[in-house]
């Protein structure tokens, strides 16, 4: 009974105690009409309140999100179905989903009546405005009676989980022989022998398993040298994505981390759709998701999970362990980078082997210049001097165009267009 006292409202206290003072005041001066009032004022908000109780226990409910899987920009919805199952008619009831602010405003609803065993149904839309996993909800329901006397809260609904997915665009095109881990021509990497030797080698280093000593190699150079992998018969693709946040600028769905990462879902997305094996790895060679060329939207979706669920990393300098791309070819989609993360970027990648990278001119970003700045040319000339193809990219820059420049460079073409280098 205490509980249900509870939910009384300021109207519903201050009727309570217009009724006890009435009673007093009927006993003081022995007016016995006055004493009906009072046990009436006083029994009204007691019974209301007894039977808001009992109601609220009788209404369920459910969440259905359609779907469970949004891009940004795109839209989405919730189902909220809501029914009664007791026989005692329930009071209005005001609903309220909880909705982060990134997927649009909070929805309210009041519900007069609700039927019996058969469920109402609400929608309400949801525009994602930055990627994420997130949670809907709770839902809660306060129900109240027709003169307002007493209300109560409830939890119908926990959390439900909606995977905000980066917003991603259709290329067109692709490096000569993509995916095959080389930089010749795909057509010559097919047609090579079972036989012929496919093996990458490496100076020497100490804790190295002698057991992968490549002695022809050894006897040509004087030198013990190592074998790093054999490139198998179909390779692959690896995305490097750099998520430092030192590497970027810009906040909200309008920063360079953004951009950088609806790129590099774009190119995955592109090059696994083409029959390619990718693999998506962070700047420190970790890897994220590594989907096969053949199989349905389902390898799509680790992609895109991989990207939803990715958050900025606090080291300030690209330090991989070793070839992040492990010999296939690497595409990388690179923040502000020093000249120390250009060497240590270079210090593993085989000769032969084709890189790219997409070079996010960040200070652009933050509003600073229109035009690339000193430190992203650096960066971009050192990487073409070590066999890279590098495109530079501004905030304006197309994603189809900067994937088609970029192929362009695979084949070792320069060229300036618009927004980008």
Request: proline letters at 6%; one cysteine or more.
């Amino acid at each position: 009974m205490l509980r249900s006292l509870s939910g009384l409202t300021t109207r519903g206290r201050c009727l309570l105690a217009a009724g006890v003072a009435a009673a007093v005041c009927a006993a003081v001066l022995n007016e016995r009409d006055l004493l009906r009032v009072a046990i009436f004022v006083v029994a009204l908000p007691l019974l209301v309140t007894v039977f808001i109780s009992a109601t609220k226990v009788r209404i369920g409910a459910s969440r259905t999100l359609l779907p469970d899987r949004v891009q940004v920009g795109g839209s989405g919805e919730v189902q909220l179905d809501l029914w009664r199952t007791g026989r005692l008619p329930a009071g209005e009831v005001l609903l309220e989903d909880g909705v982060p602010y990134t997927l649009g405003n909070r929805p309210r609803f009041v519900v007069e009546r609700l039927p019996v065993r058969r469920a109402v149904a609400l929608r309400y839309p949801l525009l994602p405005a930055l990627r994420g996993v997130h949670q809907v909800g709770p839902l809660r329901a306060t129900i109240t009676d027709p003169f307002g006397l007493c209300e109560f809260e409830r939890e119908l609904i926990a959390h439900s989980r909606l995977v905000v997915v980066p917003r991603y665009v259709a290329l067109w095109g692709h490096p000569p022989g993509a995916g095959i881990g080389v930089g010749d021509d795909g057509s010559v990497r097919l047609h090579a022998g079972q036989g012929e030797t496919d093996v990458i080698v490496r100076h020497y280093r100490q804790g190295d398993d002698l057991r992968k000593v490549h002695w022809r190699s050894t006897a040509r150079r004087d030198e013990i040298m190592v074998r790093v992998e054999e490139r198998p018969w179909k390779g692959g693709t690896t995305v490097l994505l750099d998520r430092r946040a030192a590497a970027h600028a810009g906040t909200g769905a309008g920063a360079s981390l953004e951009w950088a990462v609806s790129f590099a879902a774009s190119v995955c997305l592109h090059l696994r759709r083409a029959g390619h094996r990718v693999r998506l790895v962070t700047e420190h060679g970790q890897p994220l998701a590594d989907a096969p060329g053949d199989g349905g939207d389902s390898y799509d979706n680790v992609i895109l999970d991989s990207l939803a669920a990715l958050q900025p990393a606090h080291q300030r300098d690209v330090t991989p362990p070793g070839d992040p791309a492990e010999g296939q070819e690497l595409i990388a989609v690179l923040g502000t980078v020093s000249t120390e993360s250009v060497h240590e970027l270079n210090r593993f990648r085989p000769r032969g082997v084709r890189s790219l990278a997409v070079l996010l001119d960040t200070p652009a970003w933050a509003g600073e210049s229109q035009a690339p700045s000193k430190p992203t040319t650096d960066a971009a000339d050192l990487l073409r001097a070590a066999g890279w193809g590098v495109v530079v990219a501004l905030p304006d820059s197309p994603m189809p165009q900067v994937w088609s420049e970029l192929c362009r460079s695979g084949s070792r073409h320069e060229s300036m267009l618009g927004g980008v280098r």
